[in-house]
């Protein structure tokens, strides 16, 4: 496994008590995401293979085809109440999803560790500070909540009016602007998505799975990103390169 230094981290492993007695590694979908892009990320695509249902124990499959310029990787994924923490698990088929295409992302750029959101309930709810490299805030009790890192990744407001949606200082943290969510729409549409496509293509090119996780970073270079694609389409008439999709 070829190892890829911030996109890997150490994340703890408690015992049923909630006691630590471990480490493992792990890397954030944001991450496989982002590599993905790097190494020519053409689609995303996903089949729902099982509902879920009293039957299988409510139970989602999926399986994801992901195709980079190296070529077809695929994947499985699947979410239950019994692998999800109680705040996932009505929405099991959408993190069936995640899981499936993380595990194809992980072939694709090879990376041999599993992802964090594999990753069931104390891992996933732990690790999401750490993957942000931000500290873990806790409660008065000292126990860590899904809330908490939900919180955790929400950047700071952003105040006042943007006048260059573009641009941003790598060290801004504040939340992508208005402005930013707007041009990265009306990109989207410039590539032939239509009103309900049109989300996940945003959502993946700024590598978050809910806008209010996105920085003026993020936003910025997602902005570069679109904007590459709609000029090469524009330039050969074709969506080459451009289809990338992923449901959150």
Do not use: W, Y
Request: glycine share 8%; proline share 4%.
């Amino acid at each position: 496994m070829q190892r890829r230094d911030g996109f890997v981290v150490k994340i703890k492993v408690k015992d049923e008590t909630g006691k630590v007695v471990g480490e493992t590694e792990a890397v954030s979908f944001k991450g496989l995401l982002s590599l993905a892009h790097d190494e020519g990320l053409r689609s995303v695509r996903t089949e729902l293979v099982e509902l879920p249902s009293e039957e299988n124990g409510k139970t989602a499959v999926v399986r994801a085809t992901v195709r980079t310029n190296r070529g077809r990787f695929t994947g499985i994924g699947d979410a239950n109440p019994g692998n999800v923490n109680r705040r996932i698990a009505p929405h099991a088929i959408r993190m069936a999803e995640t899981r499936a295409v993380a595990r194809a992302l992980r072939l694709a750029v090879n990376i041999g560790e599993v992802a964090i959101e594999e990753l069931a309930d104390d891992f996933a709810v732990g690790s999401v500070a750490a993957a942000l490299d931000r500290p873990e805030p806790r409660r008065g009790n000292g126990e860590r909540t899904a809330r908490d890192a939900e919180d955790s990744r929400v950047p700071e407001p952003f105040r006042g009016r943007d006048d260059r949606p573009t641009e941003a200082a790598p060290d801004d943290r504040r939340a992508m602007t208005e402005a930013q969510r707007k041009l990265l729409f009306r990109l989207a549409f410039d590539l032939g998505e239509n009103r309900d496509s049109a989300r996940d293509r945003v959502l993946s090119a700024l590598a978050v799975e809910r806008f209010e996780h996105a920085t003026r970073v993020d936003a910025s270079h997602a902005i570069e990103t679109l904007a590459k694609a709609a000029n090469a389409k524009k330039g050969n008439g074709k969506g080459n390169g451009a289809e990338a999709h992923h449901a959150s």
